[in-house]
T-cell receptor, first 114, second 113 residues
Framework: EAGVAQSPRYKIIEKRQSVAFWCNPISGHATLYWYQQILGQGPKLLIQFQNNGVVDDSQLPKDRFSAERLKGVDSTLKIQPAKLEDSAVYLC????????????FGSGTQLSVL | KNQVEQSPQSLIILEGKNCTLQCNYTVSPFSNLRWYKQDTGRGPVSLTIMTFSENTKSNGRYTATLDADTKQSSLHITASQLSDSASYICVVSAGGSQGNLIFGKGTKLSVKP
């Protein structure tokens, strides 16, 4: 089966600019996550969607980060304006049912903010 | 506070040798514990998932153990290969329909020829 697709693979921007990341989860996976992974750290949850509804966005810096999953399939994560500390890998993951199902990750978007 | 601690932070071993990575957690309620392998520049890939009642699970040369009483898990890699070089992340699920995954910082393993 096709995996979780993410684009772009790499992005370099200057601080205060805007950036958007795209994720296409595995077909049939209702639950979608965006994680931020800073170098040397484990992934940190930013937002969790169940279909097109937000389940958990408690750790999303809402003053600059936004995410949507309008049709319950693809999702976009936006940062506006970016700060230096936003430099990280942004991982998208999906699953059918988190109770005992695997979480499938995309390869991530590596963001460098200069 | 829910936490997952991994040790060592990094490890270098020679090809063909065995190694064991450790994970200690303070997560409540506990649902399951997962080990992921993350190659450089890639997303994590699931190795094992263990529930409270399971104390060992294997996936090829990878064997995970779980002691729910002491809240410790280990990942043992047998006959290491160069392709085992990666970060290994321990993840504990705090349960509930939302899953509430708690990630460790990972152990970076380097296998040298």
């Amino acid at each position: 089966e096709a995996g979780v697709a993410q684009s772009p693979r790499y992005k370099i921007i200057e601080k205060r600019q805007s950036v958007a990341f795209w994720c296409n989860p595995i077909s049939g996976h209702a639950t979608l996550y965006w994680y931020q992974q800073i170098l040397g750290q484990g992934p940190k949850l930013l937002i969790q969607f169940q279909n097109n509804g937000v389940v958990d966005d408690s750790q999303l810096p809402k003053d600059r980060f936004s995410a949507e999953r309008l049709k319950g399939v693809d999702s976009t994560l936006k940062i506006q304006p970016a700060k230096l500390e936003d430099s990280a890998v942004y991982l998208c993951a999906s699953t059918r049912d988190l109770t005992l199902e695997k979480l499938f990750f995309g390869s991530g978007t590596q963001l460098s903010v200069l | 506070k829910n936490q997952v601690e991994q040790s060592p932070q990094s490890l270098i071993i020679l090809e063909g040798k065995n190694c064991t990575l450790q994970c200690n957690y303070t997560v409540s309620p506990f649902s399951n514990l997962r080990w992921y392998k993350q190659d450089t520049g890639r997303g994590p890939v699931s190795l094992t998932i263990m529930t409270f009642s399971e104390n060992t699970k294997s996936n090829g040369r990878y064997t995970a153990t779980l002691d729910a009483d002491t809240k410790q898990s280990s990942l043992h890699i047998t006959a290491s290969q160069l392709s085992d070089s990666a970060s290994y992340i321990c993840v504990v699920s705090a349960g509930g329909s939302q899953g509430n995954l708690i990630f460790g910082k990972g152990t970076k393993l380097s296998v040298k020829p």
